[in-house]
């Protein structure tokens, strides 16, 4: 380069890519040969009708809804599944009515007891995210399902997002080579959780009950890359109307790659979600103004670039896709990808982020096993 002349600094070559096909990935979920295996929905709060509006799409079989709401049990019952029993009481739920697979969608406070005794009664468990705050309670868990011949899964539904989707299996299928870089930048509005004791009171609303998707989808892109190094920090905008710090970065170091997280949940203008992934041999790219909106994929290869348009959104494809999964396990016999040991790791990340944010220190995964404001 002529350092003399300074016009070109910096910028890569004018390389023209010519226009490839898109390669077939399979991305969308795996449906069950039976979609008859009767489900219970434990807690009938605001995400429930996600669940519910996705099973009802697909033809699954809710027989029972449980609450200690029984107006919101009946309300969602009668909207979505109007021939499903309804319930106060999980315990008689799982007495009296023959079921196969709970999902239980409550809060982590009450929902490992739950788990528990779903798992004592041999019914396999879909269980909320984050799936625990002290990772002791997730290797009882973990214990207690092998035990009693249970499947334990997490309802970890951004893998089945259609861009993650895409993302993961092209990168387990080699298409861009070695991940070396992963950036996630996020600006969306959740002031709707302004006014919910539940959210109002978590501290790190965003690193742990909305981040927990992108540490989670980082894990299975990074399949074989353990983490090394986390460095966080949480502030509060002076413009939010919630109590937790609705601003986070996150920066993640692996032996040879890298990751990093921006997030902004106080965004009500020029909403935007990106994510790049840089690999060895290749670079994918996917944009849009939500998460629930990403309809087309970016790739970069070697031989060209090509846009790839996606069927499907996060908030249909991404619950049916933990539950299908869970039902294949099912009648595969096998163990299902989003078992409880693999959203583990994700809360390893998780944990250090969020202790990072309190401690302004870089933290190693691993390291922190609970987190002591729940």
């Not at 879909?126 to 009693?148: C, E």
Request: glycine share 6%; with cysteine; charged share 20%.
């Amino acid at each position: 380069m002529n350092t003399d002349d300074p016009s070109g600094y910096g910028l890569s070559s004018d390389k023209k890519s010519h226009t490839i096909e898109p390669p077939r990935i399979h991305y969308l979920p795996q449906i069950p040969k039976d979609l008859s295996v009767p489900i219970a929905l434990i807690g009938t709060g605001g995400i429930s009708e996600y669940h519910l509006q996705a099973y009802q799409e697909l033809g699954l079989n809710v027989v029972a809804l449980c609450d200690r709401n029984l107006d919101a049990a009946i309300s969602r019952r009668d909207q979505y599944y109007p021939d499903a029993a309804v319930y106060t009481d999980y315990r008689e739920l799982f007495d009296k009515h023959e079921i196969k697979v709970a999902d239980i969608t409550t809060h982590p406070s009450v929902r490992t007891e739950i788990i528990e005794a779903a798992l004592i009664r041999g019914i396999h468990v879909l269980s909320q995210k984050p799936f625990v705050t002290d990772l002791a309670d997730g290797h009882h868990l973990r214990a207690l399902a092998k035990k009693h011949h249970a499947m334990l899964a997490v309802n970890q539904n951004g893998r089945w997002a259609p861009h993650f989707s895409y993302m993961r299996n092209a990168i387990a299928s080699g298409l861009i080579g070695d991940v070396v870089s992963v950036d996630f930048s996020l600006q969306w509005d959740q002031t709707w959780i302004a006014g919910i004791p539940a959210f109002e009171s978590m501290h790190h609303m965003v690193l742990f009950d909305f981040a927990i998707h992108w540490f989670d989808i980082l894990g299975t892109f990074m399949q074989g890359n353990d983490p090394t190094m986390v460095y966080a920090v949480a502030r509060k905008s002076p413009i939010q109307t919630y109590q937790p710090p609705a601003l986070a970065s996150v920066s993640i170091a692996y032996p040879h790659a890298v990751a990093s997280m921006s997030l902004n949940a106080h965004t009500q203008l020029g909403e935007e979600d990106t994510t790049t992934i840089v690999g060895t041999q290749g670079t994918l790219r996917s944009r849009g103004p939500g998460l629930n909106d990403q309809p087309e994929m970016e790739l970069y290869l070697p031989e060209g670039q090509t846009q790839v348009s996606l069927q499907g959104s996060w908030f249909t494809h991404g619950f049916q896709g933990t539950m299908c999964e869970l039902l294949c396990a099912i009648e595969e016999n096998r163990e299902p990808s989003n078992h409880a040991e693999s959203s583990m790791k994700a809360l390893e990340l998780c944990f250090a982020a969020v202790k990072s944010a309190e401690s302004g220190q870089a933290v190693s995964p691993g390291d922190v096993t609970r987190l002591s404001q729940f």
